[in-house]
């Protein structure tokens, strides 16, 4: 990008992730860096093309090519390439690891793979939302580049010989006509600092080791696992990507791409929502992944504790509340708009215990759980104990009522954590309590036809109903379970897809696409009633609706074949995990 020129956005089935757990990367087919906040998730954006502003770094080849990437195995490390008419170009790319939340390192290693190659290679950073452009340039004597953005600090190396140009608007870009001979490389490192670092980052050598040997850490090998073995690595590695050293997951790295064009479903999703990290510590300890597992417990335990039975739906990373919704003075993504801020922070989500107790339990079969994970888990309790009568806003944050599924999961985590209350004196009573949720939901949430329904005045099939089984409220033979395994697959299944509920008045698909996360629980689902093959077979459709990279957006649009929503989502991320785990062997 030079001279104030805004760069289209892709389709998002194109879009990689590159991520250190404090911030992430989108990266384009065209070598686009598009989207990228600092410091941290919920931070203003350095990097805004995305949402239709200026700031990007580009590294793209010069004339006709073909694109393609994959991701090396186990990590976030991508490798964007390139078919060109002279030959082949390949761009490796990461954000450095180990990471802190007040510096971030990209790397970018151009490789000329056959032939020689020509790339145009173009940096505007923009701090704010492009509020602040890259001010006070200079090229310091061993040929890096230093420019101030707002209140951070930039050092770009590798490329001395870039020429800048200045925008009116939004200070300086810098372009550089980068040329390599067959089999040579470039590499450009990118340092971003919040407070007044001005030392040089290590040798780029160094830089890629580290980064190489902390996924080769971060992701287990999932030896057990036979079943998308290489999908189920890269999901964690999502995970992991997601997940700050706070311990707290974002539920996904961007904000407000829309779900439906012009419908005005846009959401700020760069937040860590209690029931979306329980979903994540779950699939780890299915996995046995002990590091996430204590992530997740670490963050949910210390926001419990904190807030009781005030507990918010979604935090900051940081553990601070969730800024009010406000638009920004940006085009945004085609057919949304922008918006920064979420408005759950005034809601009252009664599921999100449950799925604490329940991500508590696990962490306990797993021996995991310390003393301050026990006064969360019994903050938990005494949150059901005190609101479950409540009306609440439920797993899909809509009007406030008394949710079926939301007194269900309470149950089901009141039953989990019981067994691990044995002895404490606990254990009869969460039980007592748990049967009586089940009582209570079954007075007013089973339909005519002897299934669970939504709410007690919304009859309709609802995907997240199967979790009543799934995590143990009522039995898997349970008539009532039977019943709504069979409804969703006859009324919310269509195309081999899976949505949440049918929304009023129109079919499957017209208002919105079809729920990843649903599929992989109806596959769950499928597996625990025993039907192996039909578990099997809706993974593999439910897990064929990602893009290039193998990222999943929230929803798949099934008739135009488009991911729809944020990206990546973490919390289908966690399911396709869990997902792989119990349907191996």
Same mark, same amino acid.
């Given at each position: 990008?030079s001279g104030?020129? /805004?760069?289209?956005?892709?389709? %998002?089935?194109?879009?990689?992730?590159?991520?250190?757990?404090?911030?992430?990367?989108?990266?384009?087919?065209?070598?686009?860096?598009?989207?990228?906040?600092?410091?941290?998730?919920?931070?203003?954006?350095?990097?805004?093309?995305?949402?239709?502003?200026?700031?990007?770094?580009?590294?793209?080849?010069?004339?006709?090519?073909?694109w393609? $990437?994959?991701?090396?195995?186990?990590g976030?490390?991508?490798?964007?390439?390139? /078919?060109t008419?002279?030959?082949?170009?390949?761009?490796?790319?990461?954000?450095?690891?180990?990471?802190?939340?007040?510096?971030?390192?990209?790397?970018?290693?151009?490789?000329?793979?056959?032939?020689?190659?020509?790339?145009?290679v173009?940096?505007?950073?923009?701090a704010?939302?492009?509020?602040? $452009?890259m001010?006070?340039l200079?090229?310091r004597?061993?040929?890096?580049?230093?420019?101030?953005?707002?209140?951070?600090?930039?050092?770009?190396?590798g490329?001395?010989?870039?020429?800048?140009?200045?925008?009116?608007?939004?200070?300086?870009?810098?372009?550089?006509d980068?040329?390599?001979?067959?089999?040579e490389?470039?590499?450009?490192?990118?340092? *971003?600092?919040?407070?007044?670092?001005?030392?040089?980052?290590p040798?780029?050598?160094? %830089?890629?080791?580290?980064?190489?040997?902390a996924w080769?850490e971060?992701v287990?090998?999932?030896?057990e /696992?036979?079943?998308?073995?290489?999908?189920?690595?890269? +999901?964690?590695?999502? %995970?992991?990507?997601?997940?700050?050293?706070?311990?707290?997951?974002?539920?996904?790295?961007?904000?407000?791409?829309?779900?439906?064009?012009?419908?005005?479903?846009?959401?700020?999703?760069?937040?860590?929502?209690?029931?979306?990290?329980?979903?994540?510590?779950?699939? +780890?300890?299915?996995?046995?992944?002990?590091?996430?597992?204590?992530?997740?417990?670490?963050?949910?335990?210390?926001?419990?504790? +904190?807030?009781?039975?005030?507990l918010m739906?979604?935090?900051?990373?940081?553990?601070?509340?969730?800024?009010?919704?406000?638009?920004?003075?940006?085009?945004?993504?085609?057919?949304?708009?922008?918006i920064?801020g979420?408005? /759950?922070?005034?809601?009252?989500?009664?599921d999100?215990?449950?799925?604490? %107790?329940?991500?508590?339990?696990?962490?306990?079969?797993?021996?995991?759980?310390?003393a301050?994970?026990?006064?969360?888990?019994?903050?938990?309790?005494?949150?059901?104990?005190?609101?479950?009568?409540?009306?609440?806003?439920?797993?899909?944050?809509?009007?406030?009522?008394?949710?079926?599924?939301?007194?269900?999961?309470?149950?089901?985590?009141?039953?989990a954590?019981?067994?691990?209350?044995q002895?404490?004196?606990?254990?009869?009573?969460?039980?007592?309590l748990?049967?009586?949720?089940?009582?209570?939901?079954?007075?007013?949430?089973?339909?005519?036809?002897?299934?669970?329904?939504?709410?007690? +005045?919304?009859?309709?099939?609802?995907?997240?109903?199967?979790?009543?089984? *799934?995590?143990?409220?009522?039995?898997?033979?349970?008539?009532?379970?039977?019943?709504?395994? $069979?409804?969703?697959?006859?009324? *919310?299944?269509?195309?081999?897809?899976?949505?949440?509920?049918?929304a009023?008045?129109?079919?499957?698909?017209?208002?919105?696409?079809?729920?990843?996360?649903?599929?992989?629980? *109806?596959?769950?689902?499928?597996?625990?009633?025993g039907?192996?093959?039909?578990?099997?077979?809706?993974?593999?459709?439910?897990?064929?609706?990602?893009?290039?990279?193998?990222?999943?957006?929230?929803?798949?649009?099934?008739?135009?074949?488009?991911?729809?929503?944020?990206?990546?989502?973490?919390?289908?991320?966690?399911?396709?995990?869990?997902?792989?785990?119990?349907?191996?062997?």
């Amino acid at each position: 990008m030079s001279g104030g020129a /805004v760069l289209a956005p892709h389709a %998002l089935r194109d879009y990689a992730l590159l991520a250190d757990g404090e911030r992430g990367v989108l990266v384009g087919p065209r070598g686009d860096f598009a989207w990228m906040c600092f410091p941290r998730w919920h931070d203003d954006a350095v990097f805004s093309a995305l949402v239709g502003g200026r700031a990007c770094w580009t590294v793209t080849p010069v004339g006709r090519f073909v694109w393609g $990437g994959h991701y090396e195995g186990g990590g976030l490390i991508w490798r964007s390439r390139w /078919v060109t008419e002279e030959g082949i170009v390949e761009c490796r790319e990461a954000l450095a690891l180990p990471s802190r939340p007040d510096r971030a390192v990209l790397l970018r290693r151009a490789t000329a793979v056959r032939g020689d190659a020509r790339l145009s290679v173009s940096l505007a950073a923009g701090a704010g939302f492009d509020r602040h $452009g890259m001010v006070r340039l200079k090229r310091r004597e061993d040929g890096a580049w230093t420019a101030a953005l707002g209140e951070e600090r930039m050092r770009w190396f590798g490329a001395g010989d870039a020429e800048p140009a200045e925008d009116g608007v939004h200070g300086h870009s810098l372009t550089l006509d980068l040329r390599l001979g067959a089999g040579e490389s470039r590499d450009l490192v990118l340092v *971003l600092d919040h407070g007044g670092d001005d030392s040089g980052p290590p040798p780029p050598e160094r %830089l890629w080791e580290a980064t190489e040997a902390a996924w080769a850490e971060r992701v287990p090998e999932l030896a057990e /696992v036979d079943l998308a073995r290489r999908d189920a690595r890269h +999901a964690h590695a999502v %995970l992991s990507g997601l997940t700050s050293a706070t311990g707290a997951m974002v539920a996904a790295a961007t904000t407000s791409l829309p779900e439906r064009a012009e419908r005005a479903r846009n959401y700020d999703y760069r937040y860590a929502w209690i029931r979306d990290q329980a979903y994540a510590g779950e699939a +780890a300890a299915a996995a046995g992944s002990m590091p996430l597992l204590d992530d997740a417990v670490r963050f949910v335990a210390g926001r419990l504790n +904190a807030d009781g039975p005030d507990l918010m739906p979604a935090y900051t990373v940081t553990g601070d509340p969730v800024p009010d919704e406000s638009h920004l003075d940006l085009p945004g993504y085609p057919g949304g708009v922008d918006i920064v801020g979420n408005r /759950v922070r005034d809601q009252f989500q009664l599921d999100a215990f449950g799925e604490a %107790l329940l991500l508590f339990a696990a962490a306990a079969r797993s021996d995991r759980l310390d003393a301050d994970a026990w006064r969360a888990a019994e903050a938990a309790v005494a949150a059901i104990e005190a609101r479950h009568e409540e009306d609440e806003a439920g797993i899909w944050e809509l009007e406030a009522r008394r949710w079926t599924h939301s007194r269900l999961i309470c149950a089901a985590g009141l039953r989990a954590i019981a067994t691990h209350a044995q002895g404490r004196e606990r254990g009869p009573r969460l039980l007592a309590l748990a049967d009586s949720l089940v009582a209570a939901a079954a007075a007013t949430g089973v339909s005519r036809a002897g299934r669970w329904r939504r709410a007690p +005045a919304d009859g309709r099939v609802d995907a997240a109903l199967l979790l009543a089984a *799934l995590r143990g409220a009522v039995p898997a033979d349970d008539p009532r379970s039977r019943a709504t395994l $069979g409804a969703v697959e006859a009324d *919310l299944v269509e195309d081999g897809c899976t949505y949440r509920y049918r929304a009023e008045g129109g079919p499957l698909g017209q208002a919105e696409g079809s729920f990843l996360v649903c599929g992989f629980r *109806l596959a769950l689902a499928h597996a625990q009633a025993g039907d192996v093959v039909r578990a099997r077979a809706v993974f593999e459709r439910t897990r064929a609706a990602c893009g290039t990279p193998g990222l999943f957006a929230e929803e798949f649009d099934v008739e135009q074949r488009q991911l729809r929503g944020n990206l990546p989502q973490a919390f289908v991320h966690a399911l396709l995990l869990e997902s792989a785990v119990r349907l191996s062997g």
